[in-house]
């Protein structure tokens, strides 16, 4: 047997064996004509196929991507709070530049109403005065 070149314009037959081709749609199609007695049950998916020199052709699956599927604990103006299946918290913003607000103010503010809601006035008020503290002792911000 001479040379096999796979074409995407024309159907190529092996010796009887199989057909491979493309539909105008751009779906491949391969079909074997000695497997009379083989029963084969159809089957979809996504897959990487190749097709080697020796005639064999091999299709491996490809993996299923896993989604986030992410739980909505607390809604923001601009974004969410959301719980993960990691078992991780994730803080979503999204303010759009159209909308004509400081957007930088809106990153600051809006995660600290989040949190506030969250957990209490009071365990925010430690929490930020203690944030408030470290900056100081840093030298970032001016002593109050």
């Known amino acids: 047997m001479g040379k096999i070149i796979f074409s995407a314009e024309k159907p190529v037959t092996l010796d009887g064996l199989l057909t491979l081709g493309k539909f105008d749609n751009g779906l491949r199609s391969l079909d074997f004509m000695c497997c009379e007695d083989v029963v084969m049950e159809p089957f979809a998916g996504s897959f990487k196929v190749q097709g080697m020199r020796d005639g064999n052709v091999y299709m491996q699956e490809h993996k299923k991507r896993i989604r986030n599927n992410s739980l909505l604990i607390r809604k923001a103006r601009h974004g969410r ?49 203690e944030a408030l503290n470290k900056l100081e002792a840093q030298g970032l911000v001016g002593k109050r």
């Open 81 to 129: 709070l959301s719980g993960t299946r990691d078992h991780a918290y994730q803080l979503t913003l999204k303010v759009f530049a159209t909308e004509g607000i400081d957007w930088q103010k809106a990153f600051v503010v809006e995660p600290i109403e989040v949190m506030t809601d969250l957990m209490g006035s009071e365990r925010m008020r430690e929490i930020l005065t």
